[in-house]
Protein backbone atom coordinates (compact mmCIF):
# COMPACT_ATOMS: atom_id res chain seq x y z
CA UNK A 1 0.00 0.00 0.00
CA UNK A 2 0.88 3.69 -0.67
CA UNK A 3 0.15 6.72 0.56
CA UNK A 4 0.23 10.09 -1.72
CA UNK A 5 -0.05 13.62 -0.38
CA UNK A 6 -0.61 16.14 -2.99
CA UNK A 7 -0.19 19.79 -2.35
CA UNK A 8 -3.58 20.44 -1.85
CA UNK A 9 -3.89 18.43 0.98
CA UNK A 10 -5.71 15.54 -0.04
CA UNK A 11 -4.24 12.16 1.20
CA UNK A 12 -4.99 8.94 -1.02
CA UNK A 13 -4.31 5.64 -0.10
CA UNK A 14 -3.13 3.44 -3.12
CA UNK A 15 -3.84 -0.57 -3.03
CA UNK A 16 -1.76 -1.36 -6.63
CA UNK A 17 -2.67 -5.32 -6.48
CA UNK A 18 -6.22 -4.47 -6.07
CA UNK A 19 -6.08 -2.09 -8.77
CA UNK A 20 -7.72 0.12 -5.84
CA UNK A 21 -7.59 4.21 -4.32
CA UNK A 22 -9.54 5.82 -1.49
CA UNK A 23 -8.87 9.50 -0.45
CA UNK A 24 -8.57 9.95 2.95
CA UNK A 25 -9.13 13.02 3.96
CA UNK A 26 -8.53 16.79 2.23
CA UNK A 27 -9.24 20.39 2.31
CA UNK A 28 -12.21 20.25 -0.04
CA UNK A 29 -14.90 17.96 -0.81
CA UNK A 30 -14.26 14.58 -2.87
CA UNK A 31 -15.37 14.54 -6.82
CA UNK A 32 -18.22 12.32 -7.39
CA UNK A 33 -16.25 10.19 -9.41
CA UNK A 34 -14.02 9.57 -6.35
CA UNK A 35 -16.57 8.90 -4.21
CA UNK A 36 -16.78 9.32 -0.31
CA UNK A 37 -13.66 9.54 1.80
CA UNK A 38 -12.94 6.37 2.71
CA UNK A 39 -14.62 4.55 0.16
CA UNK A 40 -12.67 1.87 -2.23
CA UNK A 41 -12.82 2.58 -6.00
CA UNK A 42 -11.64 0.32 -8.65
CA UNK A 43 -9.22 1.69 -11.00
CA UNK A 44 -8.40 0.96 -14.74
CA UNK A 45 -5.10 2.62 -14.53
CA UNK A 46 -2.90 5.70 -13.21
CA UNK A 47 -0.67 7.42 -14.68
CA UNK A 48 2.07 10.34 -14.15
CA UNK A 49 1.23 13.95 -15.56
CA UNK A 50 3.67 16.70 -15.54
CA UNK A 51 7.22 16.89 -14.98
CA UNK A 52 9.27 15.49 -12.59
CA UNK A 53 9.11 17.84 -9.24
CA UNK A 54 4.94 18.68 -10.31
CA UNK A 55 3.61 15.69 -10.81
CA UNK A 56 0.12 14.95 -10.77
CA UNK A 57 -1.94 11.32 -10.71
CA UNK A 58 -4.24 10.64 -13.20
CA UNK A 59 -6.47 7.88 -12.12
CA UNK A 60 -8.35 6.65 -14.87
CA UNK A 61 -10.97 4.90 -13.30
CA UNK A 62 -13.24 1.13 -14.49
CA UNK A 63 -14.03 1.64 -17.93
CA UNK A 64 -17.83 1.09 -18.33
CA UNK A 65 -19.99 0.57 -21.86
CA UNK A 66 -21.98 3.28 -23.10
CA UNK A 67 -25.26 2.00 -22.71
CA UNK A 68 -26.88 3.76 -25.61
CA UNK A 69 -23.85 2.61 -27.94
CA UNK A 70 -22.42 -1.05 -26.58
CA UNK A 71 -19.82 -0.49 -29.25
CA UNK A 72 -18.35 2.42 -27.23
CA UNK A 73 -16.25 2.11 -24.33
CA UNK A 74 -16.54 5.13 -21.92
CA UNK A 75 -13.00 6.46 -19.33
CA UNK A 76 -13.65 8.62 -16.88
CA UNK A 77 -10.43 10.06 -15.32
CA UNK A 78 -9.56 12.34 -11.92
CA UNK A 79 -6.67 14.38 -11.82
CA UNK A 80 -5.44 15.02 -8.17
CA UNK A 81 -3.17 17.75 -7.57
CA UNK A 82 0.40 17.81 -7.40
CA UNK A 83 1.52 15.31 -5.94
CA UNK A 84 3.61 16.27 -2.52
CA UNK A 85 4.79 12.91 -1.24
CA UNK A 86 4.25 9.19 -1.40
CA UNK A 87 5.69 6.55 1.56
CA UNK A 88 5.00 2.87 1.45
CA UNK A 89 2.99 1.80 4.42
CA UNK A 90 1.47 -1.52 5.33
Do not use: C, N
Amino acid sequence: MKLITTDSGSVYELDEDQKRIRRLSGAKPPTPRQGSDGEWRQYEGLDRVGPEGAQRLMVIWRIDEDEGFPDVRIARSTLTSTIKSEEYVQ
